[in-house]
């Protein structure tokens, strides 16, 4: 019977449809089961190392993503109360020669509408929106999936690709939160020519304050202006009004330079992020069932990889599930060995940077110090281990 059935994909995000359509493309019949009723209609910028690259070469999407990117010339971070450049890493010519691929920022739903646009050119993948996992069973040969509202949709093995709060997760690795850093972040898009002179610079640039941030770059052939505010507050699951929202920014940005100020002046104070990640894990396959992207390794936004690891796991994934022959639990093993060291550094690893990007006081200094000392080389060496990328595997 088995033959017949899909591989069910669970989340359609960026993970889960890059999954959907590596898997597609190696023949697999695949159900892409979402719980929302429309696909890739929410995004902010998102930003992309070159590790991604080979990639979306894998999906068959590169032009395609490459044709929607902004080019930074530089990721910079300055000091919130000086704008002092503290530290510069080109991302031109020298950056590409280095990791063979760009650097790029890109609108989140551009590159969605590029994964979900092949996926849907692909007669093997089936797309099924407004429908919410609720449970799986392993049933040996398949497995058994039930929605939300009590519908039945049996697959060869289930991969739960379902975001932070993961429902799949929940259910093999127990009840365990998301854990909160104390900090949330407001996100908002604004037309460039709306943004004042002064802010408007083609860099992606971080600004480094004590307890708070700003990330700024332009989207959409510099059309469109991103920007992130993220900042510490004692209560992060307050919901209020935008101006009690924009009163509590404004207090946090008190001292912040005025350019920020011309920046928080334009954001979109409807919604608030609470920032999380997960504890990093050994094991988050259970025979026919694995996990990928956030609901597997949830990480801060410290190196801006959370996307990135996503796609990274599709890919292999994809590649152990061709090379097991239809042994998925085998496929499963194989894949998580492959990725659980790389996603639980970049964990870890974006937790020490982001205490590093939001000190104050002497230490703030002593961070400015020994960044503003480092060259370009230095820049790619710390780097290098993420931007190098990863080899898939050729047999399991
Ligand atoms: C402020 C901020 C900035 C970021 N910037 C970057 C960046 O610059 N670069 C980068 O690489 N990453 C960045 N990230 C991280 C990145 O957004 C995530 O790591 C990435 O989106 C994870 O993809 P995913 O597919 O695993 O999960 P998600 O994108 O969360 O997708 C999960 C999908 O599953 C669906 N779903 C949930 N539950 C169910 C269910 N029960 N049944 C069916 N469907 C379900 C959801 O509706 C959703 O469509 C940023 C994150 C934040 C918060």
Known sequence: MSRELPILVVGAGLGGAAAAL??????????????ASELGVIGYGIQLGPNVFPMFRELGIEKEVLANSHFPPNV??????????????????GFVERFHDPYVAIHRVDLHRCLLDACKKLPNIEIMTSTAFARVEDLG??????????????GLALIGSDGLGSAVRRQFVGEEKPVPIGYVAHRTIVPMDKAPERVRRKEV?????????IVQYPLRQESLFNIVAVFRTENIYERADEDTYRSVLMKTYANAHPIMHDMLRMMDLKRRWVIADREPIRHWSHGRVTLLG????????????????????SV?????????????????????KERVLRTARIVLES????????????????????????????????VAWIYDGVKLPESL
């Open 22 to 35: 590596g898997l597609a493309r190696k023949g697999f019949a695949v159900r892409l089961i979402e719980e």
């Open 76 to 93: 910079m971070m300055l000091d919130a109360q000086t704008a002092e450049t503290i530290s510069e890493m080109p991302t031109g010519a």
């Open 141 to 154: 040969d398949h497995v058994r999936m039930t929605t939300t509202d009590g519908r039945v949709i049996e």
């Open 205 to 213: 640039i971080l600004w480094a304050g004590d307890g708070f941030h």
């Open 294 to 313: 956030d609901a597997a390794h949830a990480t801060l936004q410290s190196f801006a990889q959370g996307a990135c690891m996503a796609i990274e796991d």
């Open 316 to 336: 292999v994934l994809a590649r152990c599930i061709e090379l097991s022959k239809g042994d998925f639990a085998a496929a499963f093993q194989r894949y998580e």
């Open 351 to 382: 937790r020490s940077l982001w205490q590093f990007y939001h000190v104050g006081g002497v230490a703030r200094d002593v961070r400015n110090d020994i960044e503003s000392r480092k060259t370009p080389k230095d820049m790619y060496d710390c």
